[in-house]
Structures are given as C-alpha cells and as structure tokens.
C-alpha cells in the first residue's frame, strides 16, 4: 500500500553499525585507490585523504536521500513517513527536502502528486495558540507554495490588511478565541468592509457552540470547521480548506 511505513529487520543501532563498517571499509578502498604515497606511508595524508573521501561520500550519500525521498513521495509516502525514515520530524524532513512533491522527471503524461500554482498562495492565518499555528502552516504547506502570515488577534490582522502596500491574501483562516479584539469581532469588520469582505474567511476554532457557528455564518463566514482533537484529523481539516478555497473555488480577483 504507498505511504505504509516500511520495518527494518534489525535496530536502529545495528543498522547505524552495519552502515558506519561499510562506509570505512568504502572509504579506505577509494583512499588508497587515489593517494599517491603508498598505503604504509606516515604522516597526515592517510588522515587527510579518508576525510576528504568522507566528505566526498556524505555529499553522494545526500544526493541519494534526496532521489530516494523523491522516489518514495511519488510511491505515496508524505513528509511523516520520510521524516521517521531518517529520525526526523516532519518538519525536519519538509526543510530538509522542500518541494519534492512538484518534482517531477516523468514524461508530461504523467500524473503529478501536486500541481504548483502559477504563483504561491497568500494565507492570512488569525490564530493566538502557536502550536495550532504551526500545525496549520504545516498542513498548508505540503500541499504546495504557500505565502503564510500570522498575527495573534484581530486588531494586528485588520492592521496587517490596511497597511499600503500588503499583498491581499487569498484566503483568511480565522480563530475566534483571541486577545484585544476576537475573532468574533474581526469578522464583522472584515464582511462590513467593501475593500475586504470578498476574501474568504474560514472559521477554524475548537468551540462546537450552536451560538458560535450560528453568529459566525450571521456575520457571513465562508465556512466556519470545529478543530478535531486529532492530529491526523486536524491535517486533513486544514488540507480540506486549503483544497477547496485554493485549488477548487474560484477566487475573486486581486485588485
């Protein structure tokens, strides 16, 4: 199945000692292969050739785990399954090889796992709780070129968007529990304003309340989803919005 995570039929440490062995055993053959004093000589050669050589194979060795983390992406796997393939988080794996979902050596015919727009999408994210915030840029970006901004209240957001000059975002996900002015009353503003009530705003909170939904579609969100508790769930909210305001509706036209 792609993106099933793969088992290893030894530890993490055999592994890494089974590795390390070839790698010397590697790089005493390329060493003596390439140095011209003889392999019994003194001095710093020896030392100074097998660095060089190491050097020379970890570069190798990152060009391997970037073809192989290109080739595992477009089996299925996401930046979680290449991130634990090499001890990493997904956000490690994501810096460490950004942007192989758009890469692509196949022949046009060939179905991509994404699309890169013509330009990165601008995302407006109102959010106080910076673990949320960093959940939700992640989400954002894996599935393409994302231009993100966060502020933490809505008095920044309304100052962000009435600075001359900033770029109008396409998109606003809106929080509504926030200090100095909520999300509540960011809204209002935002839909009462003629030079910023056509960009969407989707409500993304963890309050269900009957009174909040219904006051958010009062003051006419786009959409307002309850925040799952669930770390999967709640990629796949945020992925949802992202899919749909970004790659599936159309978006009114930059001014």
Same mark, same amino acid.
Not at 168 to 189: A, E, K, S, T
Not at 230 to 252: G, H, K
């Given at each position: 199945?792609?993106? &099933? ?14 590795? +390390? ?12 292969? =390439?140095? +011209? ?8 050669? *020896? ?8 050097? @020379? =194979? ?6 391997? @785990?970037? +073809? ?8 299925? !796997? ?28 196949? $022949?046009?015919?060939?179905? =991509?796992?994404?699309?890169?727009? $013509?330009?990165?999408?601008?995302? =407006?994210?109102?959010?106080?709780? !910076? ?6 840029? /992640?989400?954002?970006? +894996? ?6 901004? @966060? ?7 309304? /100052?962000?968007?009435?600075? *001359? ?13 926030? *200090? ?9 503003? %935002? &839909?009462?304003?003629?030079? %910023?009530? #056509? ?9 269900? $309340? ?12 786009? !959409?307002?989803?309850? &925040? ?6 709640? /990629? ?13 509706? #159309? ?5």
């Amino acid at each position: 199945m792609p993106g &099933k995570n793969f088992v290893l039929r030894s530890t993490p440490e055999e592994t890494a000692a089974v590795a +390390e062995a070839a790698v010397a055993r590697l790089a005493r053959s390329l060493v003596l292969q =390439l140095l +011209e004093d003889p392999p019994g000589s003194r001095g710093t050669a *020896p030392a100074l050739g097998a660095l060089h050589m190491l050097d @020379q =194979l970890q570069r190798a060795a990152e060009r391997l @785990q970037r +073809e192989a983390a290109v080739t595992a992406a477009r089996a299925g !796997a996401g930046y979680p399954q290449l991130g634990s393939a090499c001890g990493l988080t997904r956000q490690g794996a994501r810096l460490r090889w950004p942007g192989i979902f758009d890469h692509s050596d196949e $022949a046009p015919t060939e179905t =991509l796992m994404m699309i890169s727009p $013509a330009r990165a999408f601008d995302v =407006l994210l109102v959010e106080d709780d !910076a673990a949320d915030a960093i959940l939700i840029e /992640e989400a954002l970006t +894996e599935r393409g070129a994302r231009n993100l901004v @966060q502020v933490t209240d809505g008095l920044a957001a309304l /100052e962000h968007l009435r600075t *001359p000059g900033t770029i109008r975002p396409d998109l606003i996900v809106l929080d509504l529990n926030m *200090p100095r002015m909520n999300g509540r009353d960011l809204l209002r503003v %935002l &839909k009462t304003d003629e030079d %910023l009530r #056509t960009i969407p705003v989707v409500v993304l909170t963890t309050s269900s $309340a009957p009174d909040d939904v219904n006051g958010a579609y009062s003051s006419h969100a786009n !959409a307002y989803v309850t &925040k799952p508790v669930n770390l999967v769930e709640f /990629e796949q909210a945020v992925q949802s919005i992202d899919a749909f305001y970004l790659d599936t509706a #159309t978006r009114p036209p930059c001014d």
